[in-house]
């Protein structure tokens, strides 16, 4: 009978579908076409193993009973049939030249798996090893004819679709999720690899791709709450649904979805050949949507969310890590942007998070490299126009991305903890040039010098010591600094950081707060800290912005409302001992208003943009309108 084939085993499974010997090429002498004197007739008659003589056209001599049981047909019948034909070795071109081989004496021995089809027809897979006969006559001769063809082949075939079958269960529990039954990370990983071929897209297809990469919002708290059974109930109901939503997504020409498990409760939709980004954010939204209505397990109603990362692309250029990391980006975002949502992969949100990404990387070696710089922004007094302090601010003169404001970097630092070193480095920098201002200009009224400190700073370091330690190593008295904290940092301070600030308070140093009016404003709370300094943030100087009634004759008036909460403050203020300053003052009305509810103090490039040491210096020498020290609008300005 003919057999049948779906080709070579995978090597996965059954190893190379074509194997050699040691001798590999080298031809047999002394081999036979016959199969030999009657004892090893009897032999070969009634082994277990099914066999088959071929002769050197390639034609079956003999067959045993076991080969004929095995291929369910009379073993007569397969005399003189083709033997290629018998076991399909002429299905797939190697293994077609590699019997040629061994026919022809040039090769040892051909191994390889067949799925043959029975006369009755059923189908078995089959291990089929075809070598060289040993010669077994008396005559002496080597049996060569030659010509270096041999004689004749002994053709046998195992039955292994047991192991077969065995290897397929093991490999499928191996690639499968035990508690949700969905192809696991290794087998996503697998199918995603090879959609990613060359092969797979280069005849037909859209040559796209795309996943849907979706983690459980607050799944931990299922696990912690309810025990780690319910947990796993729940990622097998959560499967179910997601198994039914790729299925009705199918498309026609890729077929449904590969939903995946790929670890904790983090799984993944894989579309190959997609159509473009809509076909993913309509497959997000019916996940979504999926999700959404509770799920009842036994006696508990319990409701999940979950975020997705979207992307979709070319395959030609992509690889498996690349395209995960980009779906596992923008699930980050997902979760950033305020969870039960899809996000789509931004290249630009990207490359903002690379450089991020770069730049916290490089920032404590920047430090010891010295890559940063100050610059000084006035602090003017709005009754006589004399600079009255400076504040510092930080500038990265960085390599690759030129010169950096510290909203660029100030927020890594305090991620990663550099904040710290980076802290000392400007205190004592803001300091020691503040000291060579005072000893430069010995005939005027020394100027203070304000820093800014992060909440970590107070947190992660001895910040008292430091101070102390920076104001006896530059000289400069501690009536002459100024720290700067935020307003929601230190509303909020209690323990430490409230005895930090009373204890450098006590020191003698004046503490501000930042960008006041913007966060907690619990007026209640200020009496009972120890601040000198309240920095009104620019949003409300900006309501000053226009006159009463613009010269222009637009119509633009001022915000009465602004101006009665900043005259209202600043009052508060004085009552309380304090002094305030004004951030963002930009033109001369907004100076005069400020000046006239009672304003102590003004900063913005009405009088300065910050500008280099050497520029405050300048500023010290100037005679202003107010007397020495002065400034006039605009005077810092580059």
């Not at 000893?439 to 009224?445: G, K, N, R």
């Not at 949003?539 to 912005?545: L, W």
């Not at 637009?554 to 909460?565: C, K, M, R, T």
């Not at 907004?590 to 405050?616: H, N």
């Amino acid at each position: 009978m003919n057999g049948t084939s779906e080709g070579p085993a995978p090597a996965a499974d059954l190893g190379p579908a074509v194997t050699e010997s040691d001798d590999d090429l080298a031809p047999r002498t002394g081999s036979t076409g016959r199969t030999g004197p009657p004892a090893y007739r009897s032999v070969f008659a009634t082994a277990p193993l099914a066999m088959a003589v071929v002769d050197a056209e390639g034609l079956v001599v003999s067959a045993n009973d076991s080969l004929g049981t095995l291929l369910g047909t009379d073993p007569a019948a397969l005399a003189g049939g083709v033997a290629a034909d018998l076991v399909d070795l002429a299905s797939d071109a190697g293994t077609w030249h590699a019997y040629r081989e061994v026919l022809r004496g040039h090769r040892s021995r051909l191994r390889c798996t067949r799925r043959l089809k029975r006369a009755d027809g059923h189908s078995l897979w089959a291990q089929v090893t075809v070598e060289p006969l040993a010669d077994t006559g008396d005559s002496g001769d080597s049996g060569d004819s030659g010509d270096g063809v041999a004689p004749g082949l002994l053709l046998s075939v195992a039955d292994v679709s047991a192991r077969r079958e065995l290897q397929a269960r093991l490999r499928h529990l191996q690639m499968h999720d035990p508690v949700t039954r969905l192809p696991n990370r290794a087998l996503f990983f697998e199918r995603l690899t090879a959609a990613l071929e060359a092969e797979s897209y280069e005849h037909g297809g859209t040559g796209r791709i795309g996943v849907c990469y979706l983690d459980l919002d607050g799944f931990k708290a299922v696990n912690d709450t309810h025990g780690h059974r319910v947990g796993d109930r729940l990622l097998a109901a959560v499967a179910e649904r997601l198994t039914r939503c790729a299925e009705e997504a199918a498309h026609a020409r890729s077929g449904a979805p590969l939903v995946a498990r790929l670890g904790g409760d983090e799984f993944a939709l894989l579309v190959e050949d997609s159509t473009g980004t809509d076909q993913l954010a309509d497959l997000a939204g019916a996940v979504l949507a999926a999700l959404q209505p509770p799920f009842e397990l036994s006696d508990r109603r319990l409701s999940v969310t979950a975020s997705v990362g979207v992307v979709e692309r070319h395959t030609a250029g992509t690889t498996p890590t690349a395209l995960m990391q980009a779906a596992d980006t923008t699930l980050y975002w997902a979760k950033a942007d305020g969870r039960a949502r899809w996000t789509l992969f931004d290249p630009e949100r990207n490359a903002n998070r690379m450089t991020r990404q770069a730049l916290a990387a490089t920032l404590r070696p920047a430090i010891e490299r010295g890559e940063f710089a100050l610059e000084y922004q006035p602090l003017v007094g709005m009754e006589d126009g004399r600079v009255r302090g400076v504040e510092a601010l930080i500038r990265w003169n960085h390599p690759q991305f030129g010169v950096l404001a510290p909203n660029r970097f100030i927020a890594l630092a305090e991620e990663d903890g550099s904040i710290v070193p980076l802290g000392r480095w400007i205190l004592r920098t803001a300091c020691h040039q503040a000291r060579r201002w005072q000893l430069a200009h010995p005939d005027e009224p020394p100027i203070f010098v304000s820093v800014n400190v992060a909440v970590r700073q107070v947190w992660d370091s001895d910040l008292v010591a430091d101070v102390a330690r920076t104001l006896e190593e530059t000289g400069l008295a501690p009536h002459l600094l100024q720290l700067e904290l935020t307003e929601s940092a230190v509303m909020g301070s209690a323990g430490r950081p409230l005895q930090v600030l009373k204890a450098l308070s006590d020191m003698g140093v004046h503490i501000a707060i930042d960008d006041f009016g913007t966060g907690y404003s619990n007026l209640a709370y200020l009496s009972r800290l120890p601040v000198s300094v309240l920095k009104l943030d620019g949003a409300f100087v900006r309501g000053f912005q226009y006159a009463a009634v613009s010269d222009a004759g637009s119509g633009e008036v001022a915000n009465p409302a602004d101006e009665v909460i900043v005259e209202a403050m600043v009052q508060l203020a004085h009552r309380l001992g304090l002094t305030v300053t004004a951030e963002c003052v930009e033109t001369s009305d907004q100076a005069t208003r400020l000046r006239r509810i009672g304003c102590d103090t003004g900063q913005g490039w009405l009088y300065s943009r910050p500008v280099a040491p050497d520029r405050i210096s300048a500023l010290l020498g100037h005679a202003g309108p107010g007397g020495p020290a002065g400034v006039q609008a605009g005077v810092g300005n580059p």
